[in-house]
């Protein structure tokens, strides 16, 4: 089956909390576990120690982005995405289906291959199930995404029943690529994506599907994309009881603090995002009492740490009159002290969970969390691509 | 007289290569010293413990630009300049004199004081040599520069001869006003600048003046503002003759490899200039045989450091691929990666030129880096301002 199997630490129950440990050839990460962003084999700003120092323990890096620039070969030549960039923590790719909906131009998808050109250059490429795992394999991701196809919504009822239907077909090739490339040597686990848009009909076939799959873990696709919180949670609630419990579910796309709470509390284990990194570099730094826009003047003579009770470097080194000098002049160093926060603020929500799960107090962490931070609105989370 | 003497450890030559050590309250600085730039209180895209690690002994902040953001109170309130970006060693400002001969708008100046719009939003300034010894007292600045009047060339004979006169009436001024400042408290050490453009008898009155004063160093102002390399060369070779061997030279806004080399063989010992940092942000690196431009495609697949013989982080670190492809990534962190690297370079070339004055074989040192070093052509040297 996988080589990666998961290990249950905390949580008997599909849809609850639960505390658990993913083990890569890079080291295991513990879950419920926030994986920063590195679109571009760079988790912007940030320095792969920075990011160790966050504490996160595995990033996420994206099979489109890295197949048009540098190109697998590069990244093959170099030994690899881990030595290319030099993280030596667990890296999971996604497989590109996403940026096929997102970014990419002039896509055409058929059952065999998705052809598309490329956004930066109007290069031609093909992807297919089995050319994004060996991508991924190429970048020797240790976590690999299954190639999914996403419609836009509203689309006809035909063609979203046929992206669903070749979703699980697509699946189905690359649990098989994978299998190839795993009997000639070592290649990360596999990953399979529930799809099915807002439909509970459709999702909880999805989950079915994905659950019986020869996956190492179940992601869920498809969320935070525009859609209201609220109808993020009711799919939550659709489809992690249908999971099976011993495989990692990884809710992708999702990371505003309140999303991560509130997935947690439905079973989910991993998330990514580019929110913090993205809201950093545009003033927004999280707080235990909600986001603030660090330009405002009342910073301006605020020689002290924007969060006393934070950790993170930034905090424990610079003041919050000095990061407002830094984002006033527009000087870049900001960007990266306030990436260095927010990733953390994130991390610390996980460990947060973790501990509160490990002692049985998830609910009043949770309680607590939730009458202390306050949320932006019920608006779009931050879309995945960059 | 000066609360700062300057050591000479070798060389006894008004205008030969000199090893020095120029005490201050935040610690001593090895000269020849280059002084990488921190106009808005941060080395652009660095931590401090960033530019502490290439060397760096001593930074260069900006009167002018800190005045107008965020304003001598708040960084008073802050407990100085180096509690407010957190770098812990010296620190020399400039005068604000540069800044309003190249940025400042509606400038107009007499006798008695400068006045200024700010270039960011129009607010009205006034700047008097007493009022830039106390700004620079404000921030405390371990070496101040006296505010010096500067005119654009051509200008009328009659023009130039009124800025010459002020910049040294205002030296004057400028000695009062820090000795007065003295009396009450700890207070930096102050250093006249060295006017008379390319005029050798002005230059040589000029250094006359100075070096006569009471101050703690000269510094030799108006130069690498669009002249040849020759003629820069030409005024040192009238300068530094005339200055005193027991105070350190400082030859303001110089910063390539070349003009560092030549500087301390007529005599300089310190040296600042944003050119490292900036020509980074436009991808140009130094390398033991000149500049590159790391966006080239023949560094697309160099996986080997930049320059194998650098001990720079980013070399000891990162591959050329790497750095190529965060700078065709259009990554912030490239940048940054790249400002580690330039300002190593120059620094290591300050201490090649330490340990070869030490050991008496300056000239063969700078034989071989011009050996070796293809310089880009007698362009003009880049402009301090940012």
Chains 1, 2 share one sequence.
């Not at 990460?29 to 084999?41: I, L, Y």
């Not at 099979?63 to 030099?86: D, K, Q």
């Not at 919180?229 to 603090?257: F, Q």
């Not at 000087?331 to 990266?336: F, N, Q, T, V």
């Amino acid at each position: 089956m996988t080589d990666s199997p998961f290990e249950l630490v905390v949580g008997n129950s599909p849809s609850g909390p639960r505390l658990g440990v993913l083990p890569t050839t890079h080291g295991a990460v513990r879950t419920p576990a926030f994986m920063p962003v590195g679109t571009q084999a760079t988790v912007k700003t940030l320095e792969p120690f920075e990011v160790a120092q966050t504490g996160a323990e595995i990033l996420l890096s994206n099979t489109y982005h890295l197949m048009l620039r540098p190109g697998v070969e590069v990244i093959e030549r170099a030994g690899g995405l881990h030595a290319f960039m030099r993280w030596d923590r667990p890296i999971l790719t996604d497989s590109g289906g996403f940026q096929l909906y997102s970014l990419a131009s002039q896509v055409k998808v058929t059952d065999e291959a998705a052809t598309f050109k490329s956004h930066l250059d109007g290069t031609p490429f093909v992807l297919t199930p089995e050319r994004a795992v060996q991508l991924q394999a190429g970048y020797g991701s240790d976590v690999m995404m299954a190639l999914d196809h996403l419609v836009g919504l509203p689309s006809s009822a035909s063609r979203v029943a046929e992206a669903f239907r070749r979703t699980h077909e697509w699946l189905g090739r690359c649990i098989v690529e994978r299998r190839r490339l795993a009997e000639q040597g070592s290649v990360g686990s596999l990953f399979g994506i529930v799809q099915g848009g807002l439909d509970p009909g459709l999702r909880a076939e999805s989950a079915g599907l994905v659950g019986e799959a020869d996956v190492a873990g179940c992601a869920i696709g498809g969320l935070s994309v525009g859609e209201s919180k609220a109808e993020m949670a009711a799919m939550l609630d659709v489809v992690t009881p249908l999971l099976p419990v011993d495989k990692p579910r990884y809710l992708m796309g999702v990371g505003s603090p309140e999303d991560l709470w509130e997935g947690v509390a439905r079973g989910v284990d991993m998330f990514d995002c580019v929110l913090p990194t993205r809201l950093a570099r545009n003033a927004g730094l999280f707080t235990p009492t909600g986001r603030v826009n660090i330009r405002r003047m009342e910073y301006r003579d605020r020689h002290a740490p924007l969060d006393e009770t934070c950790d993170c470097h930034t905090c424990r080194t610079y003041t919050a009159a000095y990061l407002h000098h830094l984002y006033r002049s527009r000087e870049i160093l900001g960007l990266k002290l306030g990436s260095i926060h927010n990733v953390r603020f994130l991390i610390r929500q996980t460990e947060t969970m973790r501990a509160a799960i490990a002692d049985g107090t998830f609910d009043d962490a949770r309680a607590e969390f939730r009458s202390r931070y306050r949320a932006v609105g019920d608006e779009a989370p931050v879309e995945e691509s960059c």
